[in-house]
């Protein structure tokens, strides 16, 4: 239970990598938590099971939407692909983690001079 | 997002998430395996990578749902089957609970009907009552001169006698001012209420019927208003019928009757009844305008009665609600018993707490398996509630039940003359409070417990296969409830001690008259009959003379006031030599007026001289004071011989004897405060009341050697026989009329023994229960030390110990509560200290008796410990 918000990052972050990964293509759940580790050079922790409580967020919220078909590999999947909301709603996070950042980035570097 | 769809379509929304994940998995298996990894370490490997499954599942779902309220009813259904399972638990539990929650319903019923309730007229809280009484001048006077509210008064007990009907019929009447009704905002059911003005000579010749007697005297017959009835020999229109739940002053009540304001009766006027005078405060009056301007009305009213009044008449009026004014007596009586119930609900916690604590022991392991599967500690807290308020939930429902029934019976067992006991019936505030109450008490018995079991050590647990040993603090907490719950039922205990102590007393007090064999009966001409002294006392000569020539009498005498009977009949005396020492007015006495015989018959003993004789009727005056008068007036002399007279009297009496003193105004006191002595005078034509005319109520006493329903109906007969206009009413023995005055402690006193009862079970389960988990759980101890050579005694000490360290420590606490919390309930006690040692060494021992006992069993259980057995069990 206590890494489970350790693991988090901040609140949002799991959400907004999940958006920005499906903006790029629509992929299933095992394929998308690959592809966000791979990228994140295995720098992020994070539990394979905890994409799928994001997923539902997510689909509740209706910023992705899901259809089950068969992969390449024969198998049966679940593909998310991100909506026309979800675009817009990625967009809007992802601008105001980058002010968010510039300013941590900012603080940080006055800190060390 | 529309809420209902996605309820609808939840089912399909997990199943996709399960087969999602199972996919999740199995791709991740593929993957390892064919990067050369053996299925089964593949496997693992997936589901450590995933992490905790169970959790996902649950966090992924959580999201479609309303948690708080889908995880409350899954819980309620898993504590559902939890209780189901555990049958004899669930059924104690919640028979324990039903029994505090039931009869503290009961009994907050009657807080509330009688306490809280408002009274049942528009604008209840407008009404007022003035705290001092007023006779008919001072009404009027009052009623001309207050601004602040419109004021009515009442006298009760005013009897009248309804004739030329079949047989004559005694009525119960109220005298009413003529405002009564229209300041209490009361409509009639039939007819009108009394117009203003309506209570002056020449205008007040009216009466008001209550439903009851309209139905069962008249038959309901709406042609009544109009007519006349004769009313004590007088012809009164009848203009109204009041409606069945009208019942004001009080149920007794069968007519209303106008007050005859004669200012040229001067008695009548300024000294007839003194009566309690209720208000209806004004439009922009205050209580506290009111109260002042009452002050200011007192400061001048005595100077308008025609004689000096004492300085301490009415000296602390005020004005206080109507509703406060009418319950006051009842207040302090009620309160005590909510507080017993609640003490004994107290215990009924305290029992389920320890059941379920001693459950906890086998639930541990299970929490431990549950936290270790996933589930938070909140989550497991809230399940463990669950259980207890669905415990509880029951109880408050079964309790419901038990309130309905008992609250019938306390109906019954409360004296009829408590105030508004009619109208108590279960509302929505008792409800609500039930379930309020039922809540709360699911969460006190849960949460400890709760708690406790949540916070166990997982690993421990886990570890201590099957023992499921309860740790050494849920120990302490059980032993405390266990201390708690004997030193409740201590002080209830104790209370119902001091009340059945009280009440012994109460009941063993000598009245000072012999209550055996005695018959009375109320033998009431109409007053115009007895405008002519004579006639009046030859016919009570009459009845006299015809009773006791029947068989089975053996003596019969009339008296105008009998005692404990609920009159008083004051008269001011002069009394020779005697100078009043605060100023002025001749002292107040209770003027018994008797035939003959009547010492005799009632089983009074003379102190010194003798009693009256037939000579006394018509000889020289003489009069009979009581010990206690004679002792007040006469200090360190002699009564006998000394000299009385009744106000206004031409002639002195001489006083020809000393009785004992009689308990006539209830069996604490011999009359009441405002009375200064007692004496007795024979039935003549100059032993006048204060109206100045001879008593023409007389009540009959008959000293019988049979059957008293023979006698009761010869004497009807003898009387009809003489006189068919004279009803005879309250027929009842002696016997009936002193068990009648000592009602109310009587149903105080069961029911606080009832309680105490129920208190002093709980307590002696609590005991039991919490001793025989303990030797259960040291089974294997004992085993041992038997096998290494104990003794029975050994054994016998070691746990006997455990529970008298228990029942004393409640013992002691049980005795400091109750030494500083009786003394709330001095004023219900008579000749009984709140502290009497008796009472709280008796109760002791009985306590250390009683639970002696409950540990027994559970020890004898230690002793049979075959060690053999226990030891097998490792």
């Not at chain 1, 958006?19 to 966000?36: D, E, F, N, S, W």
């Not at chain 2, 298996?29 to 490997?45: F, H, N, P, T």
């Not at chain 2, 602040?148 to 006698?161: K, P, Q, R």
């Not at chain 2, 049980?814 to 008579?830: H, N, P, Q, V």
Request: with cysteine.
């Amino acid at each position: 239970m206590k890494n489970r918000e350790q693991r988090d990052l901040f609140p949002g972050a799991l959400e907004m990598m999940i958006l920005r990964t499906l903006k790029r293509q629509p992929l299933h759940g095992y394929a998308l938590v690959q592809h966000i580790k791979r990228t994140s050079n295995d720098l992020l922790q994070i539990e394979e099971g905890s994409l799928y409580p994001a997923l539902q967020r997510l689909l509740k919220e209706e910023l992705v939407k899901a259809e089950w078909a068969v992969s390449s590999t024969n198998r049966r999947v679940r593909i998310y692909k991100l909506t026309a909301a979800g675009a817009k709603h990625l967009q809007r996070q992802v601008s105001s983690f980058e002010r968010m950042l510039e300013g941590i980035t900012r603080v940080l570097a006055r800190g060390e001079s | 997002m529309n809420w209902i769809k996605q309820m609808f379509s939840r089912r399909r929304l997990y199943d996709d998430l399960s087969e999602e994940i199972q996919e999740h998995l199995d791709e991740k298996i593929e993957e390892l395996v064919a990067s050369g990894m053996s299925r089964k370490e593949a496997a693992a490997a997936a589901r450590r990578e995933f992490g905790n499954l169970t959790l996902v599942q649950e966090d992924s779902r959580a999201v479609w749902k309303w948690p708080s309220l889908e995880e409350f009813l899954m819980d309620v259904r898993f504590g559902a089957r939890t209780l189901r399972k555990s049958s004899a638990f669930t059924a104690i539990a919640v028979l324990t609970l039903a029994l505090g929650i039931g009869a503290n319903t009961a009994i907050f019923s009657l807080v509330n009907g009688i306490l809280l309730v408002s009274l049942p007229y528009p604008k209840a809280e407008r009404l007022v009552s003035v705290t001092g009484a007023y006779p008919q001048g001072a009404l009027v006077a009052m009623r001309e001169q207050m601004h602040t509210m419109d004021v009515a008064a009442y006298a009760e007990g005013h009897d009248f006698n309804l004739t030329g009907r079949g047989e004559a019929l005694r009525l119960t009447g109220t005298l009413v001012s003529a405002e009564l009704f229209s300041i209490l905002g009361a409509h009639p059911e039939l007819g009108r209420i009394l117009d203003q003005g309506e209570d002056a000579p020449g205008q007040d010749g009216y009466v008001i019927l209550s439903h009851a007697l309209w139905q069962q005297r008249f038959g309901s017959d709406a042609t009544m208003i109009g007519r006349s009835i004769e009313l004590e020999g007088v012809s009164r229109q009848v203009i109204g019928v009041m409606p069945a739940d009208f019942r004001f002053p009080s149920t007794k009540t069968q007519i209303w009757i106008p007050l005859h304001n004669d200012p040229r009766s001067i008695f009548h006027y300024w000294a007839g009844d003194f009566m309690p005078v209720i208000g209806r405060l004004c439009p922009d009056a205050t209580l506290q305008q009111a109260r002042a301007e009452i002050r200011m009305f007192q400061s001048h009213a005595s100077a308008l009665f025609p004689w000096p009044m004492p300085a301490s008449w009415n000296a602390g009026v005020s004005v206080v609600p109507l509703q406060n004014g009418m319950v006051a007596d009842v207040r302090v009586r009620l309160l005590l018993l909510l507080a017993a119930v609640a003490l004994i609900l107290l215990i009924a916690c305290t029992n389920v707490a320890n059941l379920i604590l001693s459950r906890a022991a086998t639930r541990e392991k299970e929490v431990a398996i549950r936290s270790a599967m996933g589930a938070g500690r909140q989550r497991i807290l809230r399940q463990l509630l669950t259980v207890s308020l669905l415990l509880a939930s029951l109880g408050g429902l079964l309790g419901l039940v038990f309130a309905m029934e008992g609250l019938s019976l306390l109906k019954t067992l409360l004296p009829a003359d408590t105030p508004r006991l009619m109208d108590v019936r279960m509302d929505w505030r008792v409800l609500v409070f039930t379930g309020g109450l039922a809540i709360l008490t699911g969460l006190v018995v849960g949460l400890a417990p709760a708690l406790q079991i949540s916070r166990a050590a997982l690993t421990e647990s886990l570890k201590s296969a099957g023992r499921g040993a309860a740790s050494s603090v849920s120990q302490r907490l059980r032993g405390g409830l266990v201390v708690g719950e004997i030193a409740l039922a201590v002080l209830l205990v104790i209370a119902a001690g001091l009340m059945i102590r009280s009440f012994w007393a109460l009941s063993h007090v000598n009245p000072g008259f012999r209550s055996e064999h005695v018959l009375t009966a109320r033998i009431t001409p109409n007053e115009s009959f007895c405008n002519d002294a004579i006639r009046c006392l030859t016919f009570y000569r009459n009845v006299l003379d015809q009773l006791q020539s029947l068989p089975g009498v053996s003596g019969a005498a009339f008296v105008n006031t009998l005692p404990l009977g609920g009159r008083v009949s004051k008269r001011s005396l002069e009394v020779e030599g005697y100078v009043d020492p605060s100023g002025g007015t001749a002292p107040l006495f209770w003027l018994n007026i008797v035939t003959p015989g009547y010492f005799r018959v009632m089983g009074i003993p003379l102190l010194s001289g003798r009693g009256f004789s037939d000579a006394d009727v018509s000889g020289t005056p003489v009069a009979v004071v009581t010990a206690e008068t004679a002792r007040r007036f006469w200090p360190n002399q002699n009564a006998m011989g000394k000299h009385i007279r009744l106000l206004d009297d031409k002639t002195w009496r001489t006083i020809v004897g000393v009785i004992s003193d009689v308990r006539a105004y209830d069996l604490q006191r011999n009359s009441p405060r405002w009375i200064d002595g007692t004496a007795y005078v024979p039935y003549n034509p100059t032993a006048t009341l204060e109206d100045r005319r001879v008593p023409s109520e007389m009540t009959i006493a008959i000293r019988t050697a049979s059957d008293d329903s023979q006698i009761a109906a010869m004497l009807r007969d003898s009387v009809a026989a003489l006189n068919h206009e004279v009803p005879v009413s309250e027929v009842r023995t002696m016997g009936a009329v002193v068990s009648e005055a000592v009602s109310a402690p009587a149903s105080t006193t069961s029911l606080f023994v009832a309680f105490a009862g129920l208190a002093l079970l709980l307590g002696i389960i609590g005991i039991y229960g919490v001793l025989s988990f303990l030797v259960s759980q040291r089974t294997r101890e004992i085993g041992v030390r038997i096998a290494l050579g104990a003794q029975r005694a050994d054994v016998l000490y070691l746990v006997m110990k455990e529970g008298a360290r228990f029942s004393f420590a409640g013992i002691a606490v049980g005795l400091t509560g109750a030494f500083l919390a009786t003394r709330l309930m001095s004023s219900e006690l008579y000749d009984v200290s709140p502290l009497d040692p008796l009472t709280y060494l008796g109760v002791a021992l009985v306590m250390a008796a009683v639970t002696s006992l409950a540990c027994y069993v559970p020890t004898r259980r230690a002793m049979r410990v075959d060690p053999i057995v226990a030891l097998r069990y490792e």
